[in-house]
C-alpha cells in the first residue's frame, strides 16, 4: 500500500492540477462549466490510456522501439521541466501558452502537450517498476481523477469569483504559477539527477 500511495502522489505531483489550471485559463475562461467538465474528461482518457501503456511496457518501449535508455529520457524530461519552471517563476503569467481552436478539438491539445509529459510519462514508468501491472493501472487512474476533480474545482471556485474578484484571480494565477513552479523546478533536478545516477552505474 506504501508503494501504491507513493506511486500516485509522484504522478500526481508531476500533473500538478495547480499548475495545469493556469496553463488552462484561457480555456477556464472561455468555457461554460459543462464544456469544461466533457473536454477535461476526454483529456483525462487519453492521458490514462497513455500512462497505463507505458506502465505496463516500461523499458520495453524504450529500449525495443525507441532503442534509447530510460535513463537518457528521463534527463531529457527533467531538462524540459526545469526550464518550465524557470519560465514560470521569472515571467508568471507572461510564460503561458494560450490554447486555442474549438472545444471538440481542445481534448487531445491538452492530453498531449499539458497532461502528458516527459515527467509524467517518466512518472508511469516507474509506477510500472513499482507495481503489478494492474496495481500499476490503478495508481495511474488515481492520480488522473484526482488531478481532474481538483481542476473542476478550481474551474467552479474561478466561475463563482470571477465577476467580482477578476483581480483576485489574475493575483492567483501569478502567484501560484511562481510557487508550482518551484515544485517542478525541484522535481525537474531529481529527475535529471536519477537519470546521471543510472547512467554512471553503467560504467
Given at each position: 500500500m506504501t508503494d501504491f500511495?507513493?506511486?500516485?502522489?509522484?504522478?500526481?505531483?508531476?500533473l500538478n492540477p495547480f499548475l495545469v489550471i493556469v496553463y488552462l485559463v484561457d480555456i477556464v475562461d472561455k468555457l461554460e462549466m459543462k464544456?469544461?467538465?466533457?473536454?477535461?474528461?476526454?483529456?483525462?482518457?487519453?492521458?490514462?490510456?497513455?500512462?497505463c501503456c507505458f506502465a505496463i511496457l516500461g523499458?520495453?518501449?524504450f529500449s525495443s522501439f525507441v532503442q534509447a535508455e530510460f535513463a537518457s529520457f528521463q534527463i531529457f524530461g527533467g531538462i524540459i521541466f526545469l526550464l518550465i519552471g524557470l519560465q514560470f517563476v521569472f515571467k508568471g503569467p507572461a510564460a503561458i501558452e494560450m490554447l486555442n481552436g474549438k472545444s471538440e478539438h481542445l481534448a487531445g491539445a491538452i492530453a498531449m502537450p499539458v497532461l502528458i509529459g516527459p515527467g509524467t510519462i517518466s512518472a508511469s514508468v516507474i509506477?510500472?517498476?513499482?507495481?503489478?501491472?494492474?496495481?500499476?493501472?490503478?495508481?495511474?487512474?488515481?492520480a488522473?481523477?484526482?488531478?481532474?476533480?481538483?481542476?473542476?474545482?478550481?474551474?467552479?471556485l474561478h466561475d463563482v469569483?470571477?465577476?467580482?474578484?477578476?483581480?483576485?484571480?489574475?493575483?492567483?494565477?501569478?502567484?501560484?504559477?511562481?510557487?508550482?513552479?518551484?515544485?517542478?523546478?525541484?522535481?525537474?533536478v531529481e529527475m535529471i539527477m536519477q537519470g546521471v545516477r543510472t547512467w554512471a552505474g553503467k560504467f
Open positions: 500511495l507513493k506511486s500516485t502522489a509522484l504522478l500526481l505531483v508531476l464544456q469544461f467538465t466533457q473536454v477535461m474528461i476526454r483529456a483525462a482518457l487519453i492521458s490514462s490510456a497513455v500512462f523499458d520495453a518501449v509506477i510500472g517498476k513499482r507495481l503489478d501491472p494492474l496495481i500499476a493501472c490503478a495508481s495511474v487512474l488515481v488522473v481523477i484526482i488531478a481532474i476533480v481538483l481542476m473542476l474545482g478550481l474551474k467552479a469569483v470571477r465577476q467580482r474578484r477578476a483581480s483576485l484571480i489574475e493575483r492567483y494565477i501569478e502567484i501560484a504559477g511562481r510557487i508550482t513552479a518551484l515544485f517542478v523546478g525541484t522535481v525537474s
